[in-house]
Structures are given as C-alpha cells and as structure tokens.
C-alpha cells in the first residue's frame, strides 16, 4: 500500500516546454487534489477532482491543466511553462464527502524548476 | 469565504520547553480543523484533527469557537518536533481544504 505516489520526483524545464506530473493513489479515495508550495505561501490548491469524472478549480490554476483519467490517477499539465510555475507541488487524495470530512493524503512532492 | 492565519512563520524554541503554534480561522459554519506536519524530507502527513480531541506525540490542539482559535500545544518541546506545521480547515460538506501558510518550528538542544 503505497499510499499516494507522484512522479517525477525532480524535473527541470525551459520556459515554454510542457509536462505532466503523474499522480496515483491506491486507497480508493474519490477526492484528489493538486497543490503548489511556495515558501512564505503555504500550500495553495491549484485544482481539486471531487470525484472520477470531475474537475475544479481551485485558488491559483491558471497556467494549469488537470486530467482525472480514473479513480486512482489525477495528472497536473502545464501546457507552457513560465518561471513563475517554480514549485514544489504536491497531490493529495482524501475520502469522499459522503463519509465525512476526512483528512487528506499526500505524495512526496515534485519539486520542479522552470529557468 | 474561509481564511486560515498563522501569525508565525518561523518559531523557535529550546528542548524542553513548551510550545504554542497559533492557528486562527475565519468561517461562518461549522469548521473542522487539522494540524498537518511536514519533517525534513517527508510528505505532509496528518498530525491531528479537532475532532479526535485525541494528543498525538504529546501535541494537543482545542477548538476556540469563541477566538476562533485551534493553536497546537506542547508542554515539552523535542528536537524531533522540528519541522513545518500546517494548520488548515475543511469546509463542511466540499471536501477541499484551505491551508494556513505554515510556521517552521526549531527546537534547540
């Protein structure tokens, strides 16, 4: 049981290069998330699936993409990277909200760097 | 709309002594709060919830409706407690969570 697995672990882009991040989660939660970390910011939620089959947005997406492919996977994209896109970048998944407010379930985060 | 504030963004403290982390809220409903911990080098991982009411490695946290406060408390601090603190609170019935800015805690020997 892995929990919450998200790759790569490390990535380096030029300004204007796309990519995904990958995220999975083997505990069959129906809510995942992406979150950027910023230092002095706290994490901010980029965008949120409540459930297979739906996305949201969240406080800071745009520049961001997201692809809920199933219920285990939830994939960040950015379709041109900017400088301001350096983060490092965590998802998390939760239980659904008909079981109660559950707390979430992080990844080890992605830690990339646009020059 | 929610807010969470943790005045702190850097604490310090010697081993042994007590520690407080503030964590103030603003939410017109019913809130459920959580303290997430991140150690160096680790994923952010859940430390304790509101309504446990239960003391995980010895850090306690009450719901202050009235201050609107849910400050993380420790009687005596450890080295190993260094780390960054999150506290953040869930929306009844959304499911997404709004996260305080973080405070890093060092413990001195």
């Known amino acids: 049981n892995a929990g919450v697995t998200q790759t790569p672990k490390f990535q380096v882009l030029k300004t204007g290069q796309s990519m995904t991040l990958q995220c999975a989660q083997d505990m069959n939660h129906n809510s995942m998330y992406w979150y950027r970390q910023d230092p002095g910011m706290g994490l901010r939620l980029i965008y949120y699936s409540a459930s297979e089959g739906t996305t949201d947005k969240g406080e800071v997406p745009n520049g961001y993409n997201v692809s809920r492919l199933n219920k285990r996977e939830f994939s960040l994209r950015l379709e041109s990277a900017a400088p301001s896109q350096t983060s490092v970048y965590f998802c998390?998944?939760?239980?659904?909200?008909?079981?109660?407010?559950?707390?979430?379930?992080f990844g080890d985060g992605t830690r990339l760097s646009i020059l | 709309a929610q807010r969470v504030t943790q005045p702190e963004k850097l604490l310090s403290v010697f081993k042994g002594a007590p520690v407080e982390l503030k964590c103030n809220y603003s939410?017109?409903?019913?809130?459920?709060l959580f303290w997430y911990v991140q150690y160096s080098r680790q994923r952010l991982q859940l430390l304790l919830r509101?309504?446990s009411r239960e003391s995980i490695k010895g850090f306690t946290a009450d719901l202050n409706k009235g201050e609107t406060s849910f400050h993380l408390k420790k009687p005596f601090a450890q080295e190993e407690d260094s780390a960054m603190y999150y506290c953040a609170l869930l929306k009844s019935g959304a499911g997404k969570s709004t996260f305080g800015d973080g405070t890093t805690l060092t413990v001195k020997p």
């Open positions: 939410y017109s409903g019913s809130p459920e």
């Open positions: 509101h309504i």
């Open positions: 998390a998944s939760s239980e659904s909200q008909g079981s109660g407010n559950q707390p979430q379930h």
